[in-house]
């Protein structure tokens, strides 16, 4: 309840005399509590204490002449069996770096085998990296001009997009299994990918046109079909972001006066910078742009390995090899614009789906720098347990843009902004670890390369106008885009594992501190002064794996109102809804040498080059076209292609992972546990 204006004086003096009164004795304590602080203390009398050093030990003089001497203790002669010599009947001396020879000869013409140094150099050792990047965007916008009808519809792409992710995942050749994910097991994970490689087959789905090749031979593929060349960004990308790069203009001629050819660069020459206002995002150019597509979504992985590599590999148990590429690109496609009534439309470009993968190995031969002869030295590294190369990438991206818009032009220029939203994500490994002449493992080793991209576009376009149509619609001129790269430098070639790196594998898994003499005979280590070995306990594990996905749905509805419209000289009215762009780029470059792999067990390789496309231009806009092939990609998938399927009446939203399952960041945990 408001008081009267004197109770209202009265309490404002009170309230000012209180307030006086407490700013006094707050400043009376204060002063008191100053005077303590200023007041000196008493800090009593300063000890010293004096310190006095002394040492027995004292520096030498300057030894020009310093020696290297073995951090390591050699092995005493009488651990070392002989073998003897049937060749030249001379003896073996090693270095005596390593090794003392005894002082008395051995009574038999016999060749010692030179000792192993361990610890001379540092193992390799693992590395893991695990990268998952998301966009997620919702970029709906609703224009209604006043006093206009409203519009008839609303477009939303959920219900479609639902239905075109089924579609993709129905059409994808494998998925990319967690690390571990099987039996616990590296063999066991290893043999999973490759039993899901066999069973890849092209989906039987209408509509779909797709390729599928389990051939080795190097080479570009595009569409399935054989290539010279990979298609590069410049050559597909839609005619929008092409038209605002700034054509090269032609270096002007020499004025008088200017440094001859060849001169030295003075200061005194240096012209006038002219700085230039830099331009205004806001800038808006002759004519009328509306555009409410020209969205970008592109993924980008590229990864760089020289981790691990020799010449000469003995695996004790198995090999699983495996290289493998799927693409898959859904686009759906239905205009509703009656660019039969705007003079030259009929020449506006296309949309475009396009898959190209290359698959190649190049040779590197291994280049011996030292002289002839047999190895002097033998320098052995171990690894206790499993050694791991693991790269882990996962790509989405998820674009919601669709607009419903009313537009009445009245000015001259005008730009209306409704897409052109870009969502990016870019990962780039480069991983240099180690190089050795002999790799020994003493389980299995699995090398394994996976690529997955997939493309979701869906752009159903309602452009309306009422007499006075525009100068240009745009409501096509899409891409869809997978670039894949798997390279390998350095070709393998694998034999049956015998003789002395078998033996070399088997006293090196029981504990022995020796090679077998025998080794150091092998033509591969002939000219080598140092023989670098490495020795994993354990398996080799070599994953990487790059998963991609984009999913777009830009499905728009503009109505212009142009009737009482008159365009300047020049002012032409464009209307882009098309020109969306969504882009998987991945390579994958693996770094070595020619290696001969010597296997004790069995080899398994395999390698898969799948491509797949479905471009749909006969659905309903509003999305009802592809229900039954969805339906009928589900039925696909009930089949035991692919598990755990999400569903699509109760989908409302779009799922950020295309498998359903969530994927975990930690891809790795039961490896890792």
Do not use: C
């Amino acid at each position: 309840m408001a008081l009267d204006q004197t109770t209202e004086m009265l309490a404002h003096f009170i309230g000012q005399f209180e307030i006086a009164t407490e700013t006094v004795r707050l400043k009376e304590a204060y002063a008191a509590f100053r005077a303590m602080r200023d007041e000196a203390p008493d800090l009593g009398d300063l000890l010293t204490v004096s310190i006095r050093f002394t040492s027995s030990y004292a520096l030498d003089g300057f030894m020009p002449g310093l020696g290297f001497f073995s951090p390591f203790t050699p092995l005493p002669a009488a651990s070392l069996l002989p073998v003897v010599n049937t060749t030249t009947g001379a003896g073996f001396q090693p270095s005596g770096v390593f090794y003392a020879p005894p002082s008395t000869p051995p009574a038999l013409d016999v060749v010692v085998p030179p000792p192993i140094a361990f610890g001379a150099m540092g193992p390799a050792g693992s590395v893991i990296t695990v990268t998952y990047q998301l966009n997620v965007l919702d970029d709906g916008d609703v224009i209604f001009v006043p006093g206009a009808a409203p519009l008839e519809m609303m477009i939303r792409d959920t219900e479609l997009v639902q239905d075109a992710v089924v579609v993709a995942k129905a059409m994808t050749a494998f998925n990319t299994p967690e690390p571990l994910s099987q039996d616990g097991s590296a063999l066991g994970y290893g043999m999973a990918v490759l039993g899901d490689i066999k069973s890849s087959k092209a989906p039987d789905l209408e509509g779909v046109t797709a390729t599928l090749s389990r051939e080795a031979a190097p080479g570009v593929v595009i569409d399935g079909a054989k290539a010279d060349a990979m298609v590069t960004t410049a050559d597909v990308l839609p005619e929008f972001f092409l038209s605002d790069e700034e054509e090269t203009e032609a270096p002007e001629e020499a004025e008088a006066g200017s440094l001859p050819e060849g001169a030295s660069f003075t200061l005194s020459d240096t012209p006038e910078p002219e700085l230039d206002a830099p331009e205004s995002p806001w800038e808006v150019g002759d004519g009328h742009k509306i555009t409410s597509g020209a969205n970008q979504l592109v993924n980008e992985a590229a990864v760089f390995t020289s981790w691990l590599d020799a010449p000469v590999i003995a695996v004790m148990k198995d090999v699983v090899s495996v290289d493998a590429i799927s693409q898959v690109n859904v686009l759906v496609e239905f205009d509703v614009d009656e660019t039969d009534k705007i003079p030259g439309m009929d020449k506006e470009p296309g949309s475009t789906a396009l898959n190209t993968a290359s698959l190649n190995a190049s040779s590197v031969p291994f280049q011996v720098e030292g002289g002839g002869g047999v190895p002097s030295n033998w320098v052995v590294a171990k690894v206790e347990g499993d050694l791991m190369v693991v790269n882990w990438i996962e790509q989405h991206n998820f674009m919601l843009d669709n607009e419903n818009v009313q537009i009445e032009l009245s000015s001259q220029t005008s730009s209306f902004v409704l897409g052109e939203n870009k969502a990016v994500n870019v990962t780039t490994l480069s991983e240099i670890g180690y190089g050795y002449d002999l790799i020994i493992i003493g389980g299995n080793m699995i090398d394994i390369n996976m690529i997955s991209q997939s493309n979701v576009l869906i752009d159903n376009d309602i452009v309306t106008f009422g007499d006075v149509p525009p100068d240009a619609v745009i409501s096509s001129d899409n891409l869809a885009f997978n670039s894949a790269t798997i390279s390998s430098n350095g070709v393998d070639s694998y034999t049956d594992l015998d003789g002395a790196l078998e033996q070399a594998g088997q006293d090196l898994g029981a504990g022995a501190d020796m090679l077998p003499g025998k080794l150091m005979h092998e033509a591969a280590f002939n000219g080598l002064d140092v023989v670098r070995v490495l020795h994993i306990d354990g398996d080799y594990v070599a994953i990487n794996a790059i998963t991609q996905t984009n999913v777009l749905g830009d499905s728009d509805q503009v109505a212009l109102a142009l009737d009482k419209f008159e365009a300047e000289p020049g002012a032409d009215v464009v209307v882009t809804t098309g020109s969306n762009t969504t882009m998987n780029l991945a390579t994958l470059v693996n770094f070595g040498v020619d290696s001969s792999i010597h296997v004790g067990g069995d080899v398994y390789s395999d390698a898969l080059l799948y491509q797949a496309e479905l471009i749909d231009t006969s659905a309903d806009p509003l999305g009802v076209g592809i229900s039954d092939l969805a339906n009928e990609a589900v039925a696909f998938l009930a089949d035991g292609l692919i598990e755990d399927v999400p569903s699509i009446e109760d989908s409302v939203m779009i799922d950020p992972v295309l498998d359903g399952g969530g994927t975990a960041p930690d891809v790795l945990t039961t490896m890792l546990a």
